[in-house]
């Protein structure tokens, strides 16, 4: 039997407690809409440790140019979502 | 020496494992401190091997592997010059680095690259010159080069080509994407993944295994198994030169050197 296929809502929460984790945030304090790199006030090389968190935890790869231009977490999730 | 600590890496010898770890801030950077340093552990290495059956090569930098080339220093350098000489210039960094990365490629040794964080360019270079890399879960391998209107310059395609297949070089080469270490293992890239933050004492457990083994009749399989694209290797070093004349190389440098933003290391 399949398993039911993630809601973008799904997936962008899931991503929020993925980066929270990673940089060690509140949870709380991130949005869907936020600009991660200001909000995180990361750059390019943690961004990319960001996608490999993602990538490992919903099991797809995101070539990083699919983020070329992608800033807030909701973005970042259907990008995700269109490979699920 | 047996043991020796450099500005960018240092190395040591114990129960006949070569550990060689890059240490240049922020990303082992390989400029010319660390080609510098390179040469002299190629230099040793000849008796560093009669000592040991493995060599590992890995980072003490939180960022990764290595970053590649020092763009920076390319820049700084060539916008000094007239192109010829820049170019020049470029042609003997590349051979030099040439003769280093064939040397441990060619080493009698099984080599082993423990892998974390970011493996990218010349980085990525290095590692292939090895016969194993253990890949930390966090880790990612790419060639950037093409976004700077470049291909790769240290043996990189070649030794690409060696591993793995066609299609997958292309796919590196041609969108300059990075692919992470659970990619790198489906592709044959990678021969173990490790857990994070586990990715050396992988390759210490696995050069511990190879010690086992007859150094002789080791290192006759890896010449049997692992031949050295010469000829390539010179051509990439000849159309990396070429290339580097065209003005949309320097106008990529110069953008990745003054991007204030968080995004160079991004297509």
Known sequence: MNSPMKTIEQTTDEILDLAATHFKVPRAGLGPEDDFYKKLGIDSLQALELLTRIENHFGVELPDYEVQGVSDFRTLASRIQARL | ?267
């Open chain 2, 1 to 267: 020496m047996d043991q020796y600590k450099g500005k960018s890496l240092s190395w040591r010898v114990a129960d006949g494992v070569i550990e060689l770890a890059l240490n240049r801030a922020p990303a082992n950077e390989i400029g010319r401190a660390m080609l510098e340093d390179l040469e002299r552990f190629a230099s040793s290495l000849s008796a560093l091997e009669s000592k040991a059956s493995a060599l590992i090569v890995y980072s003490e930098q939180k960022a990764g592997f290595s970053a590649g080339a020092d763009l920076r220093e390319v820049y700084t350098q060539a916008q000094k010059m007239e192109m010829s000489s820049a170019v020049q210039g470029v042609r003997e960094f590349l051979e030099r680095i040439h003769a280093v990365l064939n040397r441990i490629d060619d080493s009698p040794l099984t080599t082993i690259a423990a892998v974390h964080g970011v493996c990218f360019g010349g980085g990525f270079e290095l590692a292939l010159t090895c016969d194993l890399i253990v890949a930390d879960k966090m880790a990612r391998f790419c060639f950037p080069e093409l976004r700077l209107g470049l291909i790769p310059g240290f043996g990189g395609i070649p030794r690409l080509k060696r591993d793995v297949g066609n299609a997958v070089v292309r796919d590196l080469l041609l969108t300059g994407r990075s692919i992470n270490a659970t990619k790198a293992l489906s592709v044959g890239l990678a021969s173990q993944v490790a857990a994070e933050g586990e990715a050396l004492r992988l390759a210490r457990a696995t050069a511990a295994q190879v010690t086992k083994f007859d150094r002789h009749t080791a290192a006759a399989a890896k010449r049997f198994i692992k031949p050295i694209p010469s000829s390539e290797l010179r051509n990439e070093i000849d159309i990396f030169c070429e290339l580097f004349t065209r003005p949309a190389v320097m106008e990529g440098l110069r953008k990745f050197v003054e991007d204030t933003g968080a995004h160079p290391y991004l297509p």
